[in-house]
């Protein structure tokens, strides 16, 4: 292989080190930060995700709290539990853990949280802000991909990147991130013709489709920073979006999946929580 591993493990790693000691500053002037978490129905990918959230809470030292209701929980009784959270001032940020029930209105609900509580960056407010520009709270699996990017010194600005998914969750904010950070910006989703003459252009390629090993090394310039944002289950082992074991031959960085943004998303949703208290403490 010759790409460098952008190693998620270790930069989330390093980032809960800089949390703890935000944490413990909050806690010396006596305040805690909470999430609380809202896991509807028994989906088991999601009782994982609930409860790796639950463990970082702890490490980091905020406190957590998971209202588990059946999968057949309404959406007026799903809607007061989000107000009861707004309404708690030890409670710093909210999240509703997607996929809910079919019967259920997710984008209701989630509009339903007050932006400055929603750490997951996903209420309307938030995502309009971001394309703007203005301070918001960003989603977490975007944020955390950028976030590695940096953190390995990967010049961004005037470079060509370029981003196949649009989806709200990652990557249209993903797409805005860049731009921010001055990048070329194209997005590419299902209908765009001729996908890998664009993503060949690219010197930063994020894939973010979920379909596994989709992006092959004749699609990726020599050189290229790639970042595999996907997570998919072949044969009951985890793998990406990208192949990559070939494109890992060409890209000059790569992500790996397991190991890569999917450790970034859950340090991003404490960053996001703490960022959140950090507030809130100032406004006592
Ligand atoms: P979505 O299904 O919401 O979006 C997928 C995007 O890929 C869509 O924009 C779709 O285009 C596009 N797409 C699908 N097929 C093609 C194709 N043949 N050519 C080009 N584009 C295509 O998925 P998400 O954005 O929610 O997630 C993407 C991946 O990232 C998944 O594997 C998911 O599991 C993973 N993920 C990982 C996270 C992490 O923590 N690492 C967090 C969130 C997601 P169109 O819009 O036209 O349909």
Known sequence: MSAQLLDGKVMAAELEEELKKRVEALAQKGYTPGLTVILV???????????????????LGIRSRTLRMPADTTQETLEAAIHEANADPSVNGI?????????LDGDRALSLILPEKDVDGFHDINAGRLSRGLDCVVACTPKGALHMLKRAGIPISGKEAVVVGRSNIVGKPMALLLLQENATVTICHSRTVDLAAHTRRADILVAAIGKPRFITADMVKEGAVVVDVGINRVDGKLCGDVDFEPVSQ??????????GVGKMTIAMLMDNTVAAAEKAAAAL
């Open 41 to 59: 129905g028994d989906d088991p990918a999601s009782q994982t995700y609930v409860s790796n959230k639950e463990k970082a809470c702890a490490r």
């Open 95 to 103: 999240l509703v853990q997607l996929p809910l029930p079919r019967h």
């Open 250 to 259: 060409k890209a000059s960085y790569i992500t790996p999946v397991p190991g």
